[in-house]
């Protein structure tokens, strides 16, 4: 990957996040591994040992503008990391992957470029494979070779080989100069490598840059990855994504099968990189997660295949409309029961996580850390960038040519990531954080039984609930209040059932539409994670046992809480919320629904 050289004049750019103090989810254990800014981090679990995990990638150093190398280390299942290892041998060193083995052997695949003049030549650059037999608490250096651009490697389970998918950008003369994957095939230690391997089919196709991502091992000894292939200019950019595997069997080769085509951050696409992929040993499942659309439908597409992904079918998680703070860097894994793990990145600083099973949501998804956006620099990735590369986007106005100089800060930016793993009581998370004092990657080990169970995630159609918005009224629940300095807005509220007959559990309050004539409002508190128009509310716990009876309100009241931006609101505001919902219940008993929501209320009550 190359640095984008900006040109002209010193300037700062825009940034993703706030250095505000990061805000964690309740009853989750968060634990700082590093300071400063990762750009490119992996997490990796030994899989005879889940208590040791690693994490490698790249870690910006702003006092010598260089890029270095790093694993961390955790003996303990995350509570307590350490740096065993830092690449050092350029100051730029990045297009990193590791991977455990049989036997407590660790990988790890470092690639330096070759700079000159403070310019990374990527080409000229060099990749050496070090290797670690005790789980990553020392390590060797048994082989160099050429630049792997854009590295993913996973150790295969027939012969312990190590299985590495990089980026070959093409080499002219060679009949075309279209990109493919390339593929490295080390023996087990290291010490020797075979390849590269590619596939001409895929070069047929031209693409200028095809990228690997999250490389598994399969049972049957093969090893996968998926990959990003784009096509065309920036603009209207189209991309094939698919799955490449390696066999061996008569003779080793790599075949491909596409998932997806689209054009780039159009419709229902997603941006490059957003894309995850997770393999379950168990029931020998492949997943794939990315934006796209199933049936005309846009939003988070699950793709599954239980063949080694010759064939692939697609379900709609998430839809998009739920998503309006934005789906980056997602990162899958499977659970030990067969549920899929998700973790994804909002446009706000938001990591979230939940679960799903058979193609719907098993739990209710929960914010693991938050860093609101005020869009200052950060000191620790401050980047001094020299090149004259984009001069043509700064006029010079006749002037002679002179030296350009930029100076950056990607605080928040992630160029990729690989972030959630299994653990023996749940699942393991690792991502970017942003706080007061700058940047820091934080690990968070999230329990099953501090999520919710009762919640669904589907729509209360989906759960067999009716719109019985016409049978009821929402009344005062005695209590609402506003924090000028900082926006808050909470309401209580009290369903009153004015039907003769019943609403029995689940019940939820739906938003139609969610506004302030002169401000931006924002849902704090909605249990789907919906700040807008589609945020809902699971009622369920506050009615008094499983129904509310005909001609009675609820006792307890519900309360809803906003965020309004009163600092930037068009004209003085008369009106700081204006609201319109609907309401979906149950006209007649569930007796699986009404066990399900006792065991999730007995199960918050032991938790808090």
Request: charged share 20%.
């Amino acid at each position: 990957m190359y640095p984008n050289r900006i040109a002209c004049v010193l300037l700062i750019t825009s940034l993703l996040m706030s250095l505000s103090q990061v805000t964690w989810g309740e009853n989750l254990a968060i634990t700082k591994v590093a300071e400063g800014w990762h750009p490119w981090y992996e997490l990796a679990t030994d899989p005879e040992d889940s208590r040791t995990l690693l994490v490698c990638g790249s870690k910006w150093d702003f006092g010598q503008n260089t890029l270095s190398g790093f694993v961390y280390r955790s003996a303990d299942g995350g509570k307590e990391w350490h740096e065993v290892f830092q690449d050092k041998h350029s100051p730029w060193v990045s297009e990193q992957s590791c991977a455990f083995g049989p036997h407590h052997r660790a990988y790890f695949l470092s690639e330096a470029s070759a700079v000159y003049t403070g310019e990374p030549n990527h080409r000229l650059g060099t990749s050496r494979l070090f290797v670690s037999d005790n789980g990553g608490e020392t390590w060797t250096q048994p082989l160099q070779m050429g630049w792997a651009d854009w590295s993913t490697s996973a150790v295969s389970a027939a012969d312990g080989e190590l299985i590495t998918f990089y980026q070959h950008s093409g080499v002219s003369g060679e009949g075309t100069s279209g990109s493919t994957i390339g593929v490295l095939v080390f023996e087990p230690g290291g010490k020797q490598v075979s390849g590269p391997y590619f596939n001409q089919e895929m070069r047929l196709k031209n693409y200028r840059g095809v990228y690997p991502f999250h490389a598994v091992s399969l049972n049957d000894g093969t090893v996968g990855a998926l990959y990003y292939g784009r096509k065309g200019e920036a603009a209207g950019r189209s991309v094939g994504l698919g799955f490449a595997r390696v066999v061996d069997r008569p003779f080793r080769k790599l075949t491909v099968t596409q998932l997806a085509e689209f054009r780039e951050k159009e419709g229902c696409s997603g941006g490059f990189g957003d894309i995850d992929l997770a393999y379950d040993r168990k029931s020998d499942t492949l997943a794939a997660v990315y934006l796209g659309a199933v049936r005309g439908d846009c939003g988070v597409v699950l793709a599954t295949s239980t063949d080694g992904g010759s064939n692939w079918t697609t379900k709609l998680l998430v839809k998009r409309e739920l998503l309006k703070e934005g789906f980056v860097r997602p990162s899958i894994a499977f659970g030990g029961a067969g549920e899929i793990g998700l973790l994804w990145l909002t446009a706000t600083g938001k990591w979230w996580f939940g679960t799903s099973k058979d193609g719907r949501w098993t739990e209710r998804p929960l914010t693991l850390w938050d860093a609101p956006s005020k869009r200052r620099p950060s000191e620790d990735s401050l980047w001094t960038v020299l090149g004259d590369e984009d001069s043509g986007k700064f006029p010079r106005g006749g002037n002679p040519p002179g030296i350009d100089i930029t100076v950056r800060s990607l605080v928040g930016r992630i160029w990729r990531s690989e972030g959630l793993v299994a653990s023996v009581d749940g699942f393991y998370a690792v991502g970017l954080g942003v706080g007061e004092k700058g940047q820091e990657l934080y690990g968070v080990r999230i329990d099953p039984s501090l999520i919710e169970e009762g919640f669904r995630g589907q729509t209360a159609e989906e759960r067999g609930s009716q719109d019985v918005s016409a049978r009821v009224k929402m009344i005062f629940g005695g209590s609402q209040s506003f924090d000028p300095a900082t926006g808050i807005l909470g309401v209580d509220l009290r369903i009153l059932n004015s039907g003769d007959t019943p609403l029995w559990v689940p019940i939820r309050v739906v938003a139609q539409q969610v506004d302030s004539s002169p401000c931006k409002v924002t849902v704090l508190n909605s249990d789907n994670a919906v700040t807008g128009s589609g945020a809902a509310w699971d009622v369920s716990g506050s009615v008094t046992g499983d129904r509310i009876p005909g001609q009675t309100a609820m006792f307890n009241a519900i309360r809803l809480q906003f965020r309004v931006d009163v600092s930037n609101c068009s004209s003085p505001p008369s009106r700081l919320l204006n609201l319109r919902m609907r309401v979906f219940a149950r006209t007649s008993p569930s007796n699986t629904d009404v066990a399900l929501d006792e065991r999730a209320a007995t199960r918050k009550m032991a938790v808090n």
